[in-house]
């Protein structure tokens, strides 16, 4: 998971003229992943904790840190996102 983190650090990039702040990082991070697991997702991921199963990617700020998790939507009757599993073993998923 850290390098998924450096990789998107890298994709961010930093301009020259300012400084890189944690909100700035986090705006700038909310591009591709929202931080309400409830929102539409931006950037899918595939989670191989029990099986093969797409998630989507949301992100918080902890500690100084901002953290990437894919999150996998489970669906009601009504085909309504009830509940989201945590995953630890994903990776996102290309366009």
Do not use: H
């Not at 003229?17 to 705006?27: K, V, Y």
């Not at 904790?49 to 998790?69: E, K, P, Y």
């Not at 999150?71 to 599993?85: I, L, M, R, S, Y």
């Amino acid at each position: 998971m850290r390098t998924i983190a450096v990789a998107l650090s890298m994709m961010l990039g930093t301009g020259t003229a300012q400084a890189l702040t944690l909100d700035s990082f986090l705006g700038k991070s909310g591009s591709y992943a929202p931080d309400n697991v409830g929102a539409k997702p931006k950037a899918l991921c595939i989670c191989y904790d029990n099986d093969t199963v797409a998630g989507m990617i949301t992100r918080f700020a902890s500690g100084g840190f901002v953290v990437l998790r894919c999150q996998v939507p489970q669906f009601g009757p009504d085909g309504e996102a009830d509940v989201f599993a945590p995953c630890s073993n994903w990776v996102p998923l290309a366009k």
